[in-house]
């Protein structure tokens, strides 16, 4: 394919010509293979996007920035190209792992009709984004008297469905679980920030109860946390915890998808080890063949842990004085070559990652390290392949 073939293609798109485009697309079939294409027509023709649609454009393709066409085309309030790209097999969140949704997009820019049929189509209404702790409802409330282009009315209606902001735990009947995690939200909260108020993870069994929340730490330290709540009121000397990077799609399209689920169901696991009265304290080194993780499947290529208890968690139970407030230990990834020795030098290197601070904790790899390296940057997806599969 030529450059100017699909310059042509563009200029066609633009200006809303969807003869010609069909003619190109014909003429060059390769054209459905540029996602951008798809991304322009969304937010300008019907007709054209029907076009590429037609010749198998990917209506899941992603742009540069992680987003499909669906959530263009929210965010400029086409709604009939929206209902197109929804009938091609474009879900109404877009993809899992987008920054934003299509209803956020809708919501940011006051397009109430957009957000009714996003909402009528199952989307996710408490879905926040993977940048920064909002969701639509909150985008709409933040933005209405900045904007005053309908956002107010998305919010409204928002709410009367049933909307929420990501961290008002307020609305969530039970949300302290009783003896189930109260005190350890409560540190968590007094450390990292707000607690999302829907558990990722809530397993009751005869004799054990597995609660895992999370928490999103915005702006500088682009990273979350995911722990559990409860363990300690059933007898387990402590709570366990993973600092997982931001854009680590957590919400509940992305949590039905076992590759999306996997650092969860590595923390319910160890936690089961733990209530079954596996030890671990901080400094200790969590190989494959630990019995605390022995046989589960990790969330990440590395071979050891490390386990720290931070210095915060440590400061805050000396400042309150509750002798109850639970210990939390994280479970560090060891991403340097030199492999870690259980015993002083491990004990070290636990010291000196208790002591780093939250804002440097999303380091890449090395000594600030404290995040599982699991985020990635998803290209286009290649037209033809399996839902879910990213190259």
């Keep these: 394919m030529t450059k100017s073939i699909a310059d042509d293609a563009t200029h066609a798109i633009q200006v809303g010509d969807a003869l010609l485009l069909r003619k190109l697309v014909r003429d060059e079939p390769s054209l459905v293979a540029t996602p951008l294409l798809l991304h322009q027509a ?6 054209c996007s029907e076009v590429l649609l037609d010749a198998g454009a990917d209506a ?55 957000a009714r049929v996003l909402v009528e189509a199952g989307a996710d209404l408490d879905r926040d984004s993977l940048k920064f702790p909002t969701t639509a409802l909150s985008l709409a409330e933040e933005l209405a008297p900045l904007k005053n282009t309908g956002q107010a009315e998305v919010a409204r209606y928002l709410r009367s469905v049933g909307a929420t902001k990501p961290w008002d ?9 009783g003896a189930f995690g109260e005190l350890t939200v409560l540190l968590v909260e007094s450390c990292l920030g707000n607690v999302c108020a829907a558990p990722l993870h809530d397993e009751k069994t005869d004799n054990s109860r597995i609660v895992v929340r999370r ?12 722990f559990t709540s409860g363990l300690p009121s059933q007898g387990a000397a402590c709570e366990l915890a993973i600092p997982l990077t ?24 160890a936690a089961d080890r733990v209530l079954q009265g596996a030890e671990i304290r901080h400094g200790d080194v969590l190989t494959r063949e630990h019995p605390v993780v022995a046989g589960l499947v990790w969330p990440g290529s590395f071979d050891q842990w490390l386990v720290v208890e931070h210095s915060s ?22 991403l340097e070559k030199k492999r870690l020795h259980p015993g002083e030098d491990a004990q070290l290197r636990a010291d000196a990652k208790a002591r780093i601070k939250w ?33």
């Excluded at 931001?246 to 696991?269: D, N, T, Y």
């Excluded at 440590?314 to 479970?331: A, N, S, W, Y």
């Excluded at 890449?364 to 879910?388: D, E, F, H, I």
Aim: glycine share 10%.
């Design 42 to 47: 969304a937010v300008q023709s019907l007709e």
């Design 60 to 114: 899941l393709a992603l742009d540069e920035w992680g987003n499909s066409p669906i959530v263009n085309a929210a965010g400029e309030g086409r709604v009939e190209i929206l209902k197109a790209l929804m009938s091609r097999g474009a879900p109404a969140d877009g993809a899992v792992t987008a920054p934003s949704s299509p209803l956020m997009a809708a919501a940011s820019e006051g397009h109430l009709e957009i």
């Design 169 to 177: 735990y307020h609305r969530a009947e039970g949300f302290w679980d």
């Design 215 to 226: 928490t999103r730490h915005g702006w500088k330290t682009r990273f979350q946390t995911v």
């Design 246 to 269: 931001s854009k680590w799609p957590l919400h509940r399209r992305a949590l039905g998808q076992a590759v999306f689920r996997c650092p969860i169901e590595f923390l319910v696991g």
């Design 313 to 334: 968690f440590v400061e805050r139970r000396l400042e309150l004085g509750d002798p109850d407030l639970p210990t939390v230990l994280l479970l560090v990834p060891h």
């Design 359 to 391: 804002e440097k904790a999303a380091a890449s790899g090395g000594k600030n390290n404290l995040v599982v390296p699991l985020c990635y940057t998803p290209t286009w997806r290649v037209v033809g392949a399996p839902p879910g599969t990213w190259y």
